[in-house]
């Protein structure tokens, strides 16, 4: 976007065009509303988990009896025996047996050598790229702009975690976030004042408006809420400092799926959930600190899966897994990788067709020593859009044409 | 009286160029007018009544952990977290009680730009040993800025710098070095990566003391080929050579206007350019602190959760190191999202639109209410309240309130500390308009 288009786009979006639907509420209405609206049973939810630092999908899905694998990275090879068959010569990382139980169950689709054209090495390049689907600059994420696709309403996306990812941004509207320790809504005189300076007024700015918003969504989002999350989840981390911590991402995964299973079973009116785990850039001493954090992103999910099946909301939830790119072939020197291409991405629920999709990039013929890119994202997202919230995908993805066919 | 546009752009230069005004300042720089006000903000002075005499933080090589179950693992593990407490307290109270605030501002840029986390490097001798080195350039030459980085023992143990060998080169510091320090990412190729990561061997790192050696046997000392010139580098003369090319005085004025003027519109004057022709960070800094781009309302910025803390401390007249629960502190910036020394990537922090959550606005609120039980008031408290708005806004630095928040705040007219806290979360504070 130009600066001339830029600012006149911020006028555009000014105070006037927002400030009339903020006018008069107060927590009753708001906490009534939410409360009387619970989400209809048989509505898909999509769980996003996004795997920061970019995950080695080599060691994740790993063609173990593959000659060319062993010699190729020597030292962070795992062998046939220490990891989980998938069938077509692949195998589940051995830390990530509750997956591998799910995957035995039919529920699991693995979609191999995702990427996209021309693939970008830097964590934050690429990251924008997946999240916002769009090569090049972007303002918002894929799923900011399906929430503006919506009618407004705070709760129809929630990131768990303090701050919002580009995954979520709206140019107009964003998702939710969801601190981890409950929240504790002012009371008394200094809500009721509080809720005054909510109010978008005439002379806001983008950014003031914005702020208004927030502090208004404060009231909605946490008086609906708070009583699900009677105790404060615990603080503590569930992984030790592990190396590859350099590129984001939260570290308390399993905390974050359990206050969404919490809220899922409540019945939130909420169709997307975003969580995330940082740790995943493993330049060095890979092994050790990946198997930890695979087997984090296994357990919590077949805990997530199984909580669900507790729930009235099994047939609805699908858990969507990806990283920004996969890492390199060859190990480095210090046991680790550096960062690569293509990688796999999960899709987890009893409304996939579990099985692999896509071609597993080949070993012999890699491109400039990296693995090629069989799949475009985009492909798994127009699906997810059509399928699973129920839009069509070229509201959000433009003339995109491709599909991976994942959904019963 | 100045008009409101006076008082955005007074309120920019002392919101982004410092951090916000202490009790009476914002007033007396009004009365100055901006020209001279600018002259005064935008150039350091070589002394700082508070600073020179601040010492240094209580950090030392504690050496390596002792083993889990060994009777000196308690004491280890408790001078550990007293050490990384001194070092945080420290640097806010720098913030905070400095006279002039600008070296404060940007050494806190360039720990944002340089992004080291304490997460990995686990130490505070090296973090406090980076954060100095920052500061001794933080207006200074960018040339020897860099050159002193990449050898920084920090920032290498974070990036695997020591583990980057001749046999097997390790990517991940030349990748940043060129991406996110030095000229911006795509100008330069995935080859370019791969022939700087050679030039960065043959440096080791004690992880404890932060020291950094460099051993020319294990250093790749033939001739690499790097954005089209082909010649033997080491660490220095790669980052001298990175920091001459003209991609990268447009990358520092980049950043330098994405945090000061906006992340939201792209730099659009590329003269400002040309100020940082010798790589002199002070002389682009006051150009871009006078540049008629902080004129239009349109830039407007969120404050980041230091942002505000440290502007709201100012005002209040709070010592962060004095606090009666200082770890309440850091535990508030922690939910913020934004605590010294501890980015939540290499990328540095973000801006704008994600300071503004509900949870951050939750967040806010709690924390001024914390704050505001420990502030001086006596700004507002000791004025009949038909003067508490106008004296409100001079105090925090804000343009104008909007009718808005004129309702909440005659709400709470005769309560001070309730109007304060209502301020400091209203959107004309959260936001630098």
């Given at each position: 976007m130009d600066t001339i288009t830029r600012r006149q786009f911020l006028k555009a979006t000014g105070a006037g065009a927002l400030?009339?639907?903020?006018?008069s509420l107060s927590i009753e209405e708001i906490a009534n509303a939410a409360i009387s609206r619970?989400?209809?049973?048989g509505t898909p939810i999509l769980v996003v988990v996004t795997l920061y630092g970019g995950n080695d999908g080599l060691n994740t899905?790993?063609?173990?009896?593959?000659p060319l694998y062993q010699s190729l990275r020597p030292g962070i090879a795992y062998k046939p025996e220490d990891v989980l068959p998938l069938g077509e010569n692949l195998s589940l990382n051995g830390s990530m047996t509750g997956m591998h139980s799910l995957w035995n169950r039919n529920q699991v689709a693995i979609v191999r050598g995702v990427g996209y054209p021309?693939?970008?090495?830097?964590h934050f390049s690429s990251m924008a790229i997946w999240q916002s689907?769009?090569?090049?600059?972007?303002?918002?994420?894929w799923l900011g702009r399906w929430v503006e696709s919506q009618?407004?309403?705070?709760?129809?996306a929630i990131s768990l975690g303090s701050v919002l990812p580009?995954?979520?941004?709206?140019?107009?509207r964003s998702g939710s976030v969801l601190p981890l320790g409950g929240l504790k809504v002012p009371r008394g005189s200094l809500a009721s004042d509080c809720i005054k300076l909510a109010i978008e007024s005439q002379g806001d700015n983008l950014l003031q408006s914005m702020a208004a918003r927030t502090m208004r969504n404060l009231f909605t989002v946490s008086s609906d809420i708070t009583p699900i999350l009677q105790s404060p989840a615990p603080a503590?981390?569930?992984?030790?400092?592990?190396?590859?911590?350099?590129a984001g991402g939260e570290t308390n995964l399993s905390q974050q799926l359990d206050i969404v299973a919490k809220l899922v079973a409540a019945g939130a009116p909420t169709r997307i959930w975003s969580v995330s785990l940082g740790g995943?850039?493993?330049?060095?001493?890979?092994r050790g600190a990946q198997a930890i954090l695979l087997g984090v992103v296994s357990q919590g999910i077949s805990k997530f899966m199984s909580q669900m099946r507790a729930s009235n909301r099994s047939k609805d939830v699908v858990v969507l897994v990806y990283s920004e790119f996969g890492r390199r072939v060859r190990a480095n020197a210090s046991d680790g990788t550096d960062h690569g291409t293509s990688g796999p991405v999960f899709l987890l629920g009893e409304r996939v067709k579990g099985g692999f999709y896509g071609e597993q990039p080949s070993l012999s013929n890699l491109k400039s020593d990296d693995l090629a890119v069989t799949t475009d994202f985009r492909d798994i997202y127009a699906s997810v859009l059509e399928?699973?919230?129920?839009?069509?995908?070229e509201k959000i993805l433009g003339n995109w044409k491709g599909r991976t066919p994942l959904f019963i | 009286m100045a008009s409101v546009a006076e008082r955005r752009r007074m309120a920019r230069l002392v919101h982004r160029f410092g951090f916000g005004p202490r009790p009476g300042e914002f007033e007396s720089l009004l009365s100055k007018g901006f020209e001279q006000a600018a002259e005064q903000y935008l150039i350091a002075p070589a002394s700082d009544a508070f600073a020179d005499n601040q010492g240094s933080p209580?950090?030392?090589?504690?050496?390596r952990r002792p083993?889990?179950?060994?009777?000196d693992v308690v004491a280890y593990a408790t001078q550990k977290r007293a050490q990384l407490s001194s070092l945080t307290f420290w640097w806010l109270d720098r913030m905070v009680l400095s006279e002039h605030s600008l070296r404060e501002r940007m050494t806190w840029f360039w720990h944002g730009h340089w992004a080291t986390s304490?997460?990995?490097?686990?130490?505070a001798l090296p973090m406090y040993l980076q954060n100095e080195r920052l500061r001794d350039h933080a207006l200074g030459n960018f040339t020897a800025m860099s050159s002193q980085m990449v050898i920084d023992g920090a920032l290498i143990f974070w990036l695997d710098g020591q583990t980057n060998t001749v046999k097997a080169p390790n990517e991940n510091l030349s990748r940043e070095l060129m991406e996110l320090f030095t000229l911006g990412v795509n100008r330069y190729s995935e080859e370019d990566v791969k022939e700087t990561a050679k030039a960065l061997t043959g440096y080791r790192v004690n992880?404890?003391?932060g020291a950094v050696t460099y051993n020319p046997r294990q250093h790749f000392s033939a001739a690499i080929k790097v954005l089209g010139t082909q010649r033997s580098f080491d660490a220095n003369s790669l980052s001298d050579f990175l920091v001459a090319r003209d991609d990268c005085a447009l990358f520092i004025t980049e950043r330098i206007w994405y945090r000061f003027?906006?992340?939201?519109?792209?730099?659009?004057?590329?003269?400002?350019?040309s100020s940082f022709a010798s790589r002199d960070i002070g002389a682009l800094v006051k150009a871009i602190g006078k540049?008629?781009?902080?004129?239009?309302?349109?830039?407007s910025m969120v404050k980041s959760p230091i942002d505000w803390f440290v502007s709201a401390a100012r005002a209040l007249s709070i010592t962060p190191s004095k606090f009666?629960?200082?770890n309440s502190i850091t535990n508030y910036l922690d939910q913020l999202g934004q605590r010294p020394f501890?980015?939540?990537?290499?990328?540095?922090w973000p801006a704008d639109q994600a300071w503004l959550s509900t949870s951050s606005a939750q967040y806010r609120i709690q924390f001024a209410e914390r704050l505001v039980r420990e502030a001086d008031l006596s700004p507002i408290s000791t004025l009949a309240a038909n003067s508490r708005l106008d004296a409100l806004a001079n105090w925090l630095a804000v343009p104008e309130w909007s009718n808005r928040t004129k309702m909440a705040l005659n709400g709470a007219i005769n309560d001070p500390a309730r109007l304060t806290i209502l301020a400091l979360c209203s959107p004309e504070y959260v936001v630098s308009a």
């Amino acid at each position: 976007m130009d600066t001339i288009t830029r600012r006149q786009f911020l006028k555009a979006t000014g105070a006037g065009a927002l400030g009339a639907a903020a006018m008069s509420l107060s927590i009753e209405e708001i906490a009534n509303a939410a409360i009387s609206r619970p989400l209809p049973p048989g509505t898909p939810i999509l769980v996003v988990v996004t795997l920061y630092g970019g995950n080695d999908g080599l060691n994740t899905v790993v063609p173990a009896s593959d000659p060319l694998y062993q010699s190729l990275r020597p030292g962070i090879a795992y062998k046939p025996e220490d990891v989980l068959p998938l069938g077509e010569n692949l195998s589940l990382n051995g830390s990530m047996t509750g997956m591998h139980s799910l995957w035995n169950r039919n529920q699991v689709a693995i979609v191999r050598g995702v990427g996209y054209p021309n693939p970008d090495r830097s964590h934050f390049s690429s990251m924008a790229i997946w999240q916002s689907a769009i090569m090049g600059a972007a303002k918002t994420g894929w799923l900011g702009r399906w929430v503006e696709s919506q009618p407004e309403d705070p709760m129809l996306a929630i990131s768990l975690g303090s701050v919002l990812p580009p995954l979520l941004a709206g140019n107009r509207r964003s998702g939710s976030v969801l601190p981890l320790g409950g929240l504790k809504v002012p009371r008394g005189s200094l809500a009721s004042d509080c809720i005054k300076l909510a109010i978008e007024s005439q002379g806001d700015n983008l950014l003031q408006s914005m702020a208004a918003r927030t502090m208004r969504n404060l009231f909605t989002v946490s008086s609906d809420i708070t009583p699900i999350l009677q105790s404060p989840a615990p603080a503590a981390p569930d992984l030790p400092t592990a190396l590859g911590g350099n590129a984001g991402g939260e570290t308390n995964l399993s905390q974050q799926l359990d206050i969404v299973a919490k809220l899922v079973a409540a019945g939130a009116p909420t169709r997307i959930w975003s969580v995330s785990l940082g740790g995943f850039d493993t330049h060095a001493n890979e092994r050790g600190a990946q198997a930890i954090l695979l087997g984090v992103v296994s357990q919590g999910i077949s805990k997530f899966m199984s909580q669900m099946r507790a729930s009235n909301r099994s047939k609805d939830v699908v858990v969507l897994v990806y990283s920004e790119f996969g890492r390199r072939v060859r190990a480095n020197a210090s046991d680790g990788t550096d960062h690569g291409t293509s990688g796999p991405v999960f899709l987890l629920g009893e409304r996939v067709k579990g099985g692999f999709y896509g071609e597993q990039p080949s070993l012999s013929n890699l491109k400039s020593d990296d693995l090629a890119v069989t799949t475009d994202f985009r492909d798994i997202y127009a699906s997810v859009l059509e399928k699973i919230l129920s839009t069509p995908a070229e509201k959000i993805l433009g003339n995109w044409k491709g599909r991976t066919p994942l959904f019963i | 009286m100045a008009s409101v546009a006076e008082r955005r752009r007074m309120a920019r230069l002392v919101h982004r160029f410092g951090f916000g005004p202490r009790p009476g300042e914002f007033e007396s720089l009004l009365s100055k007018g901006f020209e001279q006000a600018a002259e005064q903000y935008l150039i350091a002075p070589a002394s700082d009544a508070f600073a020179d005499n601040q010492g240094s933080p209580v950090v030392s090589d504690q050496g390596r952990r002792p083993a889990p179950n060994s009777p000196d693992v308690v004491a280890y593990a408790t001078q550990k977290r007293a050490q990384l407490s001194s070092l945080t307290f420290w640097w806010l109270d720098r913030m905070v009680l400095s006279e002039h605030s600008l070296r404060e501002r940007m050494t806190w840029f360039w720990h944002g730009h340089w992004a080291t986390s304490y997460q990995k490097v686990d130490d505070a001798l090296p973090m406090y040993l980076q954060n100095e080195r920052l500061r001794d350039h933080a207006l200074g030459n960018f040339t020897a800025m860099s050159s002193q980085m990449v050898i920084d023992g920090a920032l290498i143990f974070w990036l695997d710098g020591q583990t980057n060998t001749v046999k097997a080169p390790n990517e991940n510091l030349s990748r940043e070095l060129m991406e996110l320090f030095t000229l911006g990412v795509n100008r330069y190729s995935e080859e370019d990566v791969k022939e700087t990561a050679k030039a960065l061997t043959g440096y080791r790192v004690n992880k404890t003391s932060g020291a950094v050696t460099y051993n020319p046997r294990q250093h790749f000392s033939a001739a690499i080929k790097v954005l089209g010139t082909q010649r033997s580098f080491d660490a220095n003369s790669l980052s001298d050579f990175l920091v001459a090319r003209d991609d990268c005085a447009l990358f520092i004025t980049e950043r330098i206007w994405y945090r000061f003027v906006s992340s939201m519109n792209p730099l659009t004057d590329t003269t400002l350019i040309s100020s940082f022709a010798s790589r002199d960070i002070g002389a682009l800094v006051k150009a871009i602190g006078k540049h008629a781009s902080l004129d239009d309302p349109n830039n407007s910025m969120v404050k980041s959760p230091i942002d505000w803390f440290v502007s709201a401390a100012r005002a209040l007249s709070i010592t962060p190191s004095k606090f009666s629960n200082p770890n309440s502190i850091t535990n508030y910036l922690d939910q913020l999202g934004q605590r010294p020394f501890f980015p939540p990537n290499v990328g540095g922090w973000p801006a704008d639109q994600a300071w503004l959550s509900t949870s951050s606005a939750q967040y806010r609120i709690q924390f001024a209410e914390r704050l505001v039980r420990e502030a001086d008031l006596s700004p507002i408290s000791t004025l009949a309240a038909n003067s508490r708005l106008d004296a409100l806004a001079n105090w925090l630095a804000v343009p104008e309130w909007s009718n808005r928040t004129k309702m909440a705040l005659n709400g709470a007219i005769n309560d001070p500390a309730r109007l304060t806290i209502l301020a400091l979360c209203s959107p004309e504070y959260v936001v630098s308009a």
